[in-house]
């Protein structure tokens, strides 16, 4: 009977990331932010000796800027040692932010390490006490761009017991992210493949089942639009089972919360509430960045809102959980009213604010009312382009001042 292959799965590690969008934190919270996909990165290789895996799979963008840091290289390379100290094999293909063109050195890994290096599909085959048991297949990005698709190029060309194929890329229908080496689901059933690890995509889905494709997201959360735990998969395959199992490894942790205030008479209820909220959610995730979405059905929460109350009472409770071992910082709060203002209602009639609140249903309103900051001598130095989700929060937020100034008396 063939042995079963035990290997650990995972992908998009962004070791040393900048967390650009974070440096308004607290100094000692953003050192431990810097230092979150460093610990992510211990707790895989942790891990992977506690499962006593045969390998691991490292699916693109192990870097998070293809410029990497010397920090980050020596981090990494000792995590490498580490593994090999175990007898547990790397194998590694990179992907649009580490694309092998955009090095600035070339660095040595430890002999356990396996690195696909060419644009070109390849593969390498892994021995269990000198026996050849799986084949693994794969790729890096030369340059930062692949366009074209990738996995019509995988084929399987040995005849070991297990066949596995490494891709970074996207299928070609989804839009939520850059498409790279875009694909096709059938493009992957229809090959001989025992699994597909795939990378690029940082929320982790299953494709499907027989045979796997699975995107394990990655390992660490970046920013309020990758909440929830992030880590990588545990992958047992042998030839009458295939068990499959997802492990977090975050160091810190992206949430959105969402509290109900209708009851809250005064700031001070309020703060309270939120208080109670923030230790909650430290007692349940550790440490934590924060979306807060307040309710009411009171517009006094708007009133608090917009007269920066609520900004007070928010920078109190960040003060006080800056002291705590597992702090929760709250990046954003977002309030909703939930009272007699029907946007819907309103929208329906043939008043002056209804006709007014369809015009934020095109998207003319976003290009001409914020190209002007996009042309401006200094701030266009400082700005990015808005995504999409950007952009229907600014304009969501636009809407709900709109109707609070007009109806709030």
């Known amino acids: 009977m063939t042995d079963k292959v035990s290997f650990i799965h995972c992908a998009d590690l962004h070791i040393d990331s900048p967390f650009k969008g974070l440096s308004n934190i607290p100094e000692q919270q953003f050192k431990d932010i810097r230092e979150s996909t460093f610990i992510a990165l211990d707790n895989l290789v942790d891990l992977a000796i506690s499962k006593r895996v045969d390998f ?178 545990h992958v047992e395959i042998s030839e009458t089972n295939r068990q499959l199992e997802f492990f977090p490894l975050q160091y810190i942790r992206f949430e959105e919360i969402t509290i109900q205030a209708d009851h809250c008479k005064d700031p001070q209820e309020l703060e309270v509430l939120v208080e109670k909220t923030m230790k909650q959610t430290s007692e349940r995730f550790g440490k934590s960045i924060v979306r807060l979405h307040i309710t009411s059905d009171s517009v006094l929460l708007e009133q608090w809102y917009r007269s920066s109350i609520l900004d007070e009472i928010i920078d109190f409770i960040n003060e006080l959980n800056n002291r705590e071992e597992n702090w929760v910082f709250i990046q954003d709060v977002r309030v909703t009213y939930t009272g007699q203002w029907d946007k819907q209602l309103i929208k329906s009639g043939h008043s002056f604010l209804g006709e007014l609140l369809h015009s934020f249903d095109t998207d003319e309103i976003m290009q001409n009312d914020l190209q002007s900051l996009f042309t401006h001598r200094q701030a266009r130095k400082y700005l990015d382009h808005f995504t999409d989700e950007e952009k229907a929060d600014i304009k969501q937020k636009a809407e709900d001042l709109l109707i609070y100034q007009l109806l709030k008396e």
């Open 56 to 233: 691991i799979l490292m699916v693109g963008d192990l870097f998070d800027q293809n410029q990497q840091s010397i920090k980050a290289q020596s981090r990494l390379t000792r995590a490498f040692e580490k593994l090999r100290d175990n007898s547990i094999d790397v194998f590694i293909s990179y992907g649009n932010h580490d694309h092998v063109n955009g090095r600035l050195f070339d660095y040595d890994y430890p002999n356990n390490v396996y690195v696909f290096e060419s644009e070109h599909v390849d593969n390498f085959i892994f021995k269990k006490d000198d026996v050849p048991l799986a084949t693994i297949y794969g790729f890096s990005y030369v340059e930062r761009e692949v366009l074209d698709n990738k996995a019509n190029k995988f084929k399987t060309v040995t005849s070991t017991p297990y066949q596995i194929a490494m891709l970074h890329g996207s299928v070609s229908s989804n839009t939520d992210h850059d498409v790279y080496a875009p694909f096709q689901i059938s493009d992957l059933t229809s090959k001989s493949f025992d699994y597909w690890a795939l990378g690029h995509i940082h929320k982790r889905q299953q494709l499907n089942d027989e045979p796997l494709i699975v995107y394990p997201g990655n390992i660490q959360g970046r920013s309020i639009k990758e909440t929830g735990e992030k880590g990588c998969y």
